[in-house]
Nanobody, 118 residues
Framework: QVQLVESGGGLVQPGGSLRLSCIASGTIFRIFVMGWYRQAPGKQRDLVALVNRDGTTTYADSVKGRFTISRDNAKNTVYLQMNSLKPEDTAVYYC????????????WGQGTQVTVSS
């Protein structure tokens, strides 16, 4: 059974930084795309950033220049370095991985809260 476990969330002041991590465990043959999404209260879950297996990345316009996504294929891990955080970045952050296990499908983590407040 595949599990994704996130860590690194918390409370930070505006302008501060946090680094999120998400590690996948279980019987995994290949992970194609790793990504981060976020959901603020009363809003839909939105894409933050994606990284393909070859390292190419996609970012939401709202985080470009402030957030950096990276991955370690050997460790089945994806990271999100968040700098210059703003109150509007407050949300639950979820990692997502599209991978080949017994089939090709998406897996989600349980979410980690990020709160940006003074």
């Amino acid at each position: 059974q595949v599990q994704l476990v996130e860590s690194g969330g918390g409370l930070v002041q505006p302008g501060g930084s946090l680094r999120l991590s998400c590690i996948a465990s279980g019987t995994i043959f290949r992970i194609f795309v790793m990504g981060w999404y976020r959901q603020a209260p009363g809003k839909q879950r939105d894409l933050v950033a994606l990284v393909n297996r070859d390292g190419t990345t996609t970012y939401a316009d709202s985080v470009k220049g402030r957030f950096t996504i990276s991955r370690d294929n050997a460790k089945n891990t994806v990271y999100l370095q968040m700098n210059s955080l703003k109150p509007e970045d407050t949300a639950v952050y979820y990692c997502n991985m599209k991978m080949l296990t017994d089939t090709i499908r998406d897996y989600w983590g349980q979410g980690t809260q990020v709160t940006v407040s003074s």
